[in-house]
């Protein structure tokens, strides 16, 4: 069975650009979070999406954004880019919602800003 | 709040060594804790999970971790350690009564492994 995909795996943008980042769940899950990983650091959670609605919001500026479609997946969008959105984007699926439901976490999109 | 402190950022063992990995949590609810391995360039696989059950934890690929709440402490321990071992490995945490998924991660170990 597949896995969390992501894409891009890469992607390079400038300063004030918009960028959207796409992740689709495992089969049968219904959970969508997303996190952010800086060089360095451990992740840390923007966003989980859950049977389309929001269900937790981590402490992240209005540019960040996301949703979730019918079919599960999900895109992050994030707005006017800072050179310190440059990390590794990791979304994690899982069945449901609830913090004892075990995540599966794609390998992630690694966005620069120049 | 919760949070987690991972003492040490990186640790070396030799090959075939005890591999001990550091984590103090702090919550001020039941939390559940993991561990959680990255390998270059990859996402983040789950080792093993404390929900509340068991306090000695088994997990795969040999690790094991032991709840410990007098101290605060979720340990992470191997008998010995293999040249795979070799990854970035994050403690993390999460409230036990919160209908969100949100997990806070430790800022992490480098674990390396000398033949």
């Known amino acids: 069975d597949a896995g969390v995909t992501q894409s891009p795996t890469h992607l390079i943008k400038t300063r004030g650009q918009h960028v959207t980042l796409r992740c689709s769940p495992i089969s049968g899950h219904k959970s969508v979070s997303w996190y952010q990983q800086v060089l360095g650091q451990g992740p840390q959670f923007i966003f989980q999406y859950y049977e389309k609605e929001e269900r937790g919001r981590g402490n992240f500026p209005d540019r960040f954004s996301a949703r979730q479609f019918p079919n599960y997946s999900s895109e992050l969008n994030v707005n006017a880019l800072l050179l310190g959105d440059s990390a590794l984007y990791l979304c994690?699926?899982?069945?449901?919602?609830?913090?004892?439901?075990?995540?599966?976490f794609g390998d992630g999109t690694r966005l620069s800003i120049l | 709040a919760q949070s987690v402190t991972q003492l040490g950022s990186h640790v070396s063992v030799s090959e075939g060594a005890l591999v001990l990995l550091r984590c103090n949590y702090s919550s001020s609810v039941p939390p559940y804790l993991f561990w959680y391995v990255q390998y270059p360039n990859q996402g983040l696989q789950l080792l093993l999970k404390?929900?509340?059950?068991?306090?000695l934890v088994k997990g795969i690929n040999g690790f094991e971790a032991e709840f410990k709440k007098s101290e605060t402490s979720f340990h992470l321990t191997k008998p010995s350690a293999h040249m795979s071992d070799a990854a970035e490995y994050f403690c993390a945490v999460s409230d036990q009564y919160s209908s969100a998924s949100k997990i806070i991660f430790g800022s992490g170990t480098r674990l390396s492994i000398r033949p």
């Open positions: 404390y929900t509340s059950a068991a306090t």
């Open positions: 994690a699926s899982s069945l449901g919602t609830g913090s004892h439901q075990p995540q599966h």
